[in-house]
Each structure stands twice: as structure tokens, then as C-alpha cells.
């Protein structure tokens, strides 16, 4: 889809650095991913700003991938007042009382062993579907969990971006 002539990628080509630097904030909360796609201003459609924000992301080091997780809820705890956050984990409005207390006993043990939240795209996700996903994922090595958020965001970020050059 080329979206050269959308509003919202327009808008947003013309903003002012600090309201463009807000607008990527509310996407990712990783300062040097706002900044990496900030510097290739403007783009001609948002397949070159998808890959804008795909090379970013791989440019990520570790402590870029915390502040980038670090502006997440977990899930099944979506951000008061967050539209985006609520709208991402809908999959889990309607779980059980006993799927919300494993998820919840899921992600402190996640983040007890990685150091930060369960992250995964769960746009479009069942409530099972995240417990089935943390509950593969807590075994594996640091290094290959990095890995795995790191597409995870990368998923987000591109719904997330998605939204944003097509808003009005």
C-alpha cells in the first residue's frame, strides 16, 4: 500500500521535531529508535518508513530494547487510560479470573528471570495465546529471548506506525 499522499504520513513528515519526537515516543519508547527515524524525515510512503523502523530496531542494543520494553504494560495489565494498550490486549478482556491470575504469576516469573516485561505483538492474540507464548518462551536463553522482543517490537511498532500515517 503506498500512503505517499495520506494525511496522516503528510502530517506527520511536516511536524516539528518535538511533536514528530512525541508522536514516535507514544510507538516506542526507545529514545535512539525515535532518533533513527527521525533522521530519514521525509519519507515517500510507509513501506520506507516501515524499513526506516526496521533498521532501527536492529540498531538497538540492549539497553535500547529496555527503554523500548520499559514503555509497555504487562499483559493483561493494559495502561490506564491507554487506548493503544487496551486495543493491543484485547485478547485478554475477557479471560477467566483463572487465566488473569496465571498470566499474572507468568510475567513476574518472566520478568524475575529476563529482567522486564513479557513482551509480544498481541494484536489480534487470545488470552491462551500469550499464556501459551510466555509460557514457551521463559526457558529460553537471555540472548535468544532479546532476539525474540526485539521482532516483537518491531511487529508493534509497525501496527503502531500503521495508525499513525494513517490518521487524518
Known amino acids: 500500500m503506498t500512503t505517499s499522499s495520506t494525511p496522516g504520513l503528510a502530517r506527520f513528515n511536516t511536524l516539528p521535531d518535538d ?3 512525541a508522536a514516535l515516543h507514544e510507538v516506542c519508547a526507545s529514545a535512539r529508535w ?6 530519514h524525515r521525509p519519507y515517500a510512503d510507509a513501506e520506507t518508513l516501515f524499513a526506516a523502523s526496521d533498521a532501527a530496531m536492529a540498531d538497538l542494543t540492549a539497553e535500547d530494547l529496555a527503554e523500548a520494553m520499559a514503555g509497555h504494560a504487562p499483559i493483561g495489565r493494559p495502561k490506564p487510560g491507554d487506548p493503544d494498550s487496551a486495543r493491543e490486549q484485547r ?19 518472566y520478568q524475575e528471570r529476563f529482567g522486564h516485561v513479557f513482551l509480544i505483538c498481541a494484536t489480534g492474540a487470545t488470552g ?6 510466555v509460557r514457551s518462551r521463559i526457558g529460553n536463553p537471555p540472548e535468544r529471548e532479546r532476539e525474540i522482543v ?19
Open 128 to 133: 491462551e495465546q500469550m499464556r501459551d507464548a
Open 91 to 109: 485478547g485478554m478482556a475477557g479471560a477467566s479470573e483463572e487465566l488473569r491470575a496465571e498470566m499474572l504469576a507468568l510475567n513476574l516469573a
Open 34 to 39: 525515535g532518533s533513527g527515524i527521525l533522521a
Open 19 to 21: 511533536e514528530a519526537t
Open 150 to 168: 526485539r521482532t516483537e517490537l518491531g511487529k508493534i511498532n509497525r501496527i503502531r506506525l500503521t495508525r499513525l500515517v494513517q490518521a487524518t
